[in-house]
């Protein structure tokens, strides 16, 4: 195992001037750095599945595949830093992988370098093609909505699932959200949907009208959740176009996962809006053949 004295270790800025940046065919521009250990063809395959539609609102972003990003100030000081305020010169890039290293260093992180807007992305803390291409997809969903906003068709479709009362959520930023919105604490909404016996499915009928004593919706935190949830169903769409991938493995412990005929409809809505790039195929199969 490489030691820490051994592996070279440059500044988000240094990286950013000395990687040539390539440019996709749907023209999103990205570079690589170090030992990366992905594929090239893999790489290709993943930036260009996202379609020419999405990728436009992304051709001020640099991303930038490297094997480590340590966290700003490596080593670590004893003064915190929001992630709003990193500074390029003391992000810090590691070229190769220890076990030391990646005890400190985190997914991603963005920076400003040169005016403009470089996302760093750790492929060495990703276990294999999944997490890297859903990091790259996540990343790629709040660029796009940052930019381009949420559609009303989408926003119409995913606040009647809400009323509805539909289970679950894509993101754990989305379920408490929703829950705000809505006035509810998410975790006594947790509490109670695992007392169902059974959940409430997305039926692609209008939500019931309100009742009267229906909760206050907190309007900014609605719009905070619309946004949450298009950029999460932009995200998954993009990893089904990349890879093959059972829902279950989006889940995580925090909130209730979506239910699934719900996020279909999500992500048949947004294939609607953003058609696959040449090459790339949108399928949902509700059950695999053993």
């Given at each position: 195992m490489l030691e820490i004295a051994q592996i070279?270790?440059?500044?988000?800025?240094?990286?950013?001037?000395i990687v040539p940046v390539r440019q996709a065919p749907n023209k999103i521009r990205y570079g690589t750095y170090g030992d990366t250990q992905l594929p090239v063809a893999d790489l290709e395959r993943m930036v260009e599945a996202v379609p020419p539609a999405i990728a436009a609102a992304l051709q001020d972003k640099r991303y930038y595949f490297v094997p480590l990003t340590?966290?700003?100030?490596?080593?670590?000081?004893?003064?915190?830093?929001?992630?709003?305020?990193?500074?390029?010169?003391?992000?810090?890039i590691a070229a190769n992988f220890s076990t030391e290293l990646g005890d400190t260093a985190v997914c991603h992180r963005n920076a400003t370098i040169d005016g403009t807007d470089c996302v760093f992305i750790s492929t060495r803390l990703m276990q294999d093609r999944f997490a890297l291409s859903f990091e790259f997809y996540?990343?790629?969903?709040?660029?796009?909505?940052?930019a381009a906003g949420v559609p009303e068709s989408f926003m119409h479709l995913v606040w009647a699932q809400a009323e509805a009362d539909v289970r679950g959520e894509t993101s754990q930023d989305a379920w408490e959200q929703r829950a705000k919105a809505l006035g509810s604490n998410p975790g006594q909404v947790i509490e109670q949907s695992t007392k169902r016996r059974r959940p409430k499915f997305w039926s692609g009928k209008p939500a019931p009208e309100p009742?009267?004593?229906?909760?206050?919706?907190?309007?900014?935190?609605?719009?905070?959740?619309?946004?949450?949830?298009f950029s999460d169903a932009v995200a998954i769409y993009l990893l089904s176009l990349t890879v093959d991938f059972d829902y279950s493995e989006l889940r995580e412990r925090e909130y209730p996962l979506l239910a699934a005929p719900a996020l279909a409809e999500r992500l048949r809505?947004?294939?609607?809006?953003?058609?696959?790039?040449?090459?790339?195929?949108?399928?949902?199969y509700y059950r695999r053949n053993r």
């Open positions: 070279e270790l440059k500044t988000a800025s240094e990286v950013a001037r340590l966290g700003e100030s490596y080593p670590p000081e004893s003064n915190e830093t929001t992630l709003r305020e990193i500074d390029s010169s003391k992000l810090m996540i990343n790629a969903g709040h660029h796009f909505v940052e009742a009267p004593e229906s909760r206050a919706i907190d309007e900014k935190v609605r719009t905070e959740y619309l946004e949450a949830a809505a947004v294939a609607q809006l953003f058609p696959p790039s040449a090459g790339h195929e949108f399928s949902i």
